[in-house]
Each structure stands twice: as C-alpha cells, then as structure tokens.
C-alpha cells in the first residue's frame, strides 16, 4: 500500500499504549493508517531519524483563538487549540465564524457561564466574543447572587448551547465570586445530565477570603460528588498559589473516592487576566500576598499604587494585565508550581492570551510590536527544556502524555486524538528533544519556540521543517 505521506525511521511514542520504538508511520486522508517496524511506502516519504513523533498537543486553555494565535501555539507543538474556561456563547456563532476564517489548529468551544450570566443579569449581547466578556468583566451587576428565576434562564442558555455542540460548560465562578453556590450546583447538574465536562476558574481559597460562599476548591469537588459531573479544574496553579498542597490533596482524595476531577497546570509564575477582574480589586490584593506593583498592563509597566490601578480598572476593564504571583526564579516559590505539574494526570495547559498590536490576525510574520504572555507563544517548549530537561520533573514520554493523552481524555470529543494509533487522527508533532525548548520571555512575549521540526494537522504541515506554512489551514472544528 502507498501512503500519502510517511514519517519514516522517527522515535515513536504513543502514551495510550507505551510504544516508544522506531517506527514508520504512514498517513492518507487525514488519518493515521499505518504504525510499522518495517519500511513504509508513500507518495512522499520524510525520513525524520533522530526525532520523536508524538501525537499533536491538545491545549485545553487557550484563549488566543484568532489565526495569530493559532500559528504561533503551532510552532509551539500545538494541533488542537480549545476554549474552555470562558467558553463561548452563544457557541454555533464561535464555531461558525471560525469555520468561515478558516483555522490552521483543529479548534473547538465550551459554552459559556459567564456569557449567559451577563446576558440575564446585565443586558449584554454576549456575541460570542472573548472582548465583549472582557469589557464587561468588571460590572457589578453579573457578579452579585442571582435569583432562582434567573439560574433557571442561564441553565436553559446552557442547556441550548450543550445541544448545539458545546464541549461543556465553563464556569468563571472566580470572576464572580458571590454567585450562589447552589447555581455552580445547578449548572454541574446540567453538565452531568449531558455526559459534559465543566472547566473552573475557581473563586477564592477560604484562605484568601474568609468570608467566601464556599471554599473555591471545596466546591469543585462538591458538585463532582454531589451531581456526578465531571469537574475539571482549571490552572491549579495559579488559583491556588501557596496553598496548592492543601488543594491537591483534597483533588486527590475525592478521587479515590471515586469522583471525576481533572487538573491542568502552566510552567510560568505571572498570570494574565482583564485587570477589571473582581480579584485584583487593591482592596483584595493583600488576599494573594500582592500589592499594585504586582499588576502591571500587557501595553505598559507595572502599576505604582492603588489610584493607577482603580483608575485602568475603571479606564479600560478587558486589558490584559500581568499578575506577578510568584517569582519563578525563587525555587522555593517555583516548588509551587512544580507541584501543580507533577500531580497524577495533570494536563499541561497553556491559558493562552489573545495577543495585542496585531491588526490583522491573517498576517504573518507578526508585527515586531506584537504582543502576549509569554505562555502563548512558549508554554510546551518550556515544559521540555525545563521540567524535562533541566529539572528532570517529567521524562519525556511522561511530558508528552500530559500534552496529548491526558487532556485528550478529559473531553469526550478527542477520543481520535492525543494517539498514535492507526485510525486516530494524523495529528502528529515531530519534535528534537535535544533542542526543543521556549524562546518566549516577559521581555519577549511572542518569540515562537523552537526544536519543533513539524507539525501535522489532519495528515497536512503546518509547521514544517521549523517554519511555519502561513496558508496551511486544515484545521476543523471538534463538537461534542
């Protein structure tokens, strides 16, 4: 038989099955056919000696869905980019649009909480856009405890959007953290009934605000025990910061109660939100061990005192701003997030941000003034060059399961992916574990990475021989 392409003589690594061998894999139609120890014929054949061929990364988190964001998470090993914490609502928009752009990665969508949320108790059209969420991140109105009325309409939102192909429901309970714990409940049961993951941005740790409705991280595993859903929680690292001990062992534990909680984690110790968002209020900065110097504005430096913060949060709510929450050179502090990656089964995901001074996302190369965090553009090659490399945290085959098996399991829709296998999706990233590694930096925030040789999409480049290919689009939307 001849293949339309064949990744000759690489170092094959399926985390499904264990193998870790020299293989030929042989690709037509967009699917994985073939993974022989004997020679494979194809139409094109590349031999890829020395490098290892894993199945493509799936990243969990990504809010950077435009072409720019795509093509730079492209270069950084990723072949499915999926918005789940904040979702998309209403979500046949998100995916439509998209599809009409055209995508490089594979691409898919949540419905969104929020969304649905603003939309009952504050009039918004939430248009399925991450902006408008953000511009209207700081309202007081959609942060305050809703009434039975008003979760029956955000649940029949949900419920709307989960049968339009919504790959869950996210739930950014943080940014609204008076919310009535018994609407998260409701929502989980929602969830549950549709045979959906939920994705959490949890709010406060009791530890960070005693007057909280509910401890963030007791509510997550609440409603898994309580409704049966599953309950993954979003970046556990930085929502739990210091006290990640304390929120691992609770994850830990109710799973060997038999719960389903899932985790996910990134390398880096600054997060990035709407600086509008209800947590960096200065009065509740002191919560987290911050101060305004902490935050500082993705278009400008750090802020120098409560007014220049009150003043942007007023000014401009949705602009991104760095949270500085721990310093990744101290490895006391550093330890913490260590923790958050090497936990069982935690998926490496990145939170990617959408990148600013780009105005028009179809060109490439970028702006030289483009912009993001870091972990946009640098999160995988991280993970090799530090937890596997420098640090020895993760082993390479561990390293890769993490960003491809593992968040493949976590939403039911991937199960042709994060493999390879014949008969998965030929997703495939090709990378040099030598040389692998993130270039990006807080100073440098789109510097792509690099030792990913190839990226395979769907059995077609978009990355190849370390460039990337700017008309390459063959991602495709992933629905429930």
Not at 65 to 79: F, I, N, S
Not at 310 to 334: I, K, M, T, Y
Not at 460 to 478: C, H, I, K, T, W
């Amino acid at each position: 038989m001849t293949y339309d392409l064949v990744l000759a003589n690489g170092r094959v690594i399926d985390p499904e099955t264990g193998l870790d061998a020299v293989r030929d894999v042989g690709i037509t139609g967009g699917v994985i056919r073939a993974v022989s120890d004997v020679p494979l014929e194809g139409t094109e054949r590349l031999d890829v000696g020395g490098l290892v061929v894993a199945p493509g990364f799936i990243d969990l988190h990504s809010h950077s869905a435009d072409l720019a964001g795509h093509r730079l998470q492209a270069l950084d090993g990723v072949t499915t980019v999926l918005e789940l914490e904040a979702g998309a609502y209403p979500v046949a928009r998100a995916y439509r649009q998209a599809e009409l752009e055209g995508r490089p990665l594979n691409y898919g969508f949540s419905t969104s909480w929020a969304a649905a949320r603003m939309s009952v108790l504050a009039g918004v059209d939430p248009a399925a856009s991450l902006e408008v969420l953000l511009a209207n991140i700081g309202r007081a109105e959609w942060q305050q405890p809703g009434n039975a009325e008003a979760t029956a309409r955000i649940v029949a939102m949900l419920e709307k959007d989960l049968a339009d192909g919504a790959l869950g429901i996210g739930i950014l309970v943080g940014y609204a953290p008076l919310a009535d714990p018994a609407e998260y409940l409701a929502v989980a049961a929602l969830a549950a009934r549709a045979g959906q993951p939920t994705y959490t941005h949890a709010r406060e740790l009791v530890e960070q605000d005693p007057n909280t409705p509910i401890d963030g991280a007791e509510e997550i595993v609440r409603a898994a025990a309580e409704t049966g859903a599953h309950m993954h929680y979003c970046h556990v690292n930085s929502t739990s910061v210091r006290h990640v001990d304390r929120v691992l062992g609770l994850v830990e534990r109710v799973r060997a109660e038999g719960s389903k909680v899932t985790t996910e984690a990134y390398p880096y110790g600054a997060g990035m939100t709407g600086v509008g968002a209800a947590f960096l209020a200065p009065e509740l900065l002191h919560r987290r061990g911050l101060s305004p110097h902490s935050i500082g504005l993705l278009s400008g430096g750090r802020f120098a005192d409560d007014a220049e913060l009150r003043a942007a949060r007023e000014r401009e709510p949705g602009s991104a701003a760095f949270v500085h929450l721990l310093d990744e050179e101290d490895p006391a502090q550093f330890a913490f997030i260590q923790k958050a990656l090497a936990f069982e089964d935690a998926a490496v995901a990145t939170d990617a941000v959408p990148l600013i001074r780009t105005p028009d996302p179809a060109a490439w190369p970028l702006p030289a003034d483009a912009a993001s965090h870091p972990r946009t553009a640098g999160t995988y090659g991280r993970v090799f060059r530090q937890l596997v490399r420098e640090q020895a945290l993760l082993s390479l085959p561990e390293a890769i399961r993490r960003c491809s098996y593992v968040p493949a399991r976590v939403v039911p829709a991937l199960h042709r992916k994060g493999r390879v296998q014949a008969g998965m999706d030929a997703d495939l990233t090709v990378l040099d574990p030598e040389t692998v590694a993130d270039r990006a930096s807080y100073a440098a925030t789109v510097a792509p990475s690099e030792g990913f040789v190839h990226v395979v999409v769907n059995g077609r480049f978009v990355v190849r021989n370390g460039a990337l290919l700017p008309e390459s689009m063959p991602g495709r939307p992933v629905r429930a």
